[in-house]
């Protein structure tokens, strides 16, 4: 089991590459048969091809991210966060639930994130 330690790290960097990184430095932080379903009741991503396609959607945008609650637990976390996106003129908040499982190296073995459209808020 991954320490409680490791874990907080893979989640810190996560968030920092999710704001500054590519698809590909952020994909490293995955096990290879990990999952993503973003937000939940969307179609689920398995592997590494379908992880890289999710984040290379959105990393040429302009954002920010800010941890706000992390709490972890055995090999498991879940934490708010908030995700400030810049399109122009307008600037929009999210701010998911994200639940990760971890496998003993701490890499990401399946994200979850929690929120929906009428999340979005415009800032």
Aim: charged content about 25%; cysteine-free.
């Amino acid at each position: 089991m991954p320490s409680q330690e490791a874990i907080t790290q893979t989640v810190n960097r996560y968030l920092a590459l999710v704001a500054t990184g590519t698809a590909d430095e952020i994909l490293p932080l995955y096990a290879a048969d990990a999952t993503i379903e973003d937000p939940i009741g969307s179609d689920l991503r398995r592997g590494h091809d379908a992880i890289r396609e999710f984040y290379a959607g959105f990393q040429d945008v302009k954002k920010e991210t800010e941890l706000a609650e992390l709490r972890v637990a055995g090999s498991e976390a879940a934490f708010l966060w908030h995700l400030r996106l810049d399109a122009g003129d307008s600037r929009t908040q999210i701010s998911p639930i994200s639940l990760m499982t971890f496998d003993e190296d701490a890499k990401i073995t399946s994200m979850r994130a929690f929120w929906s459209p009428s999340d979005v808020q415009v800032l």
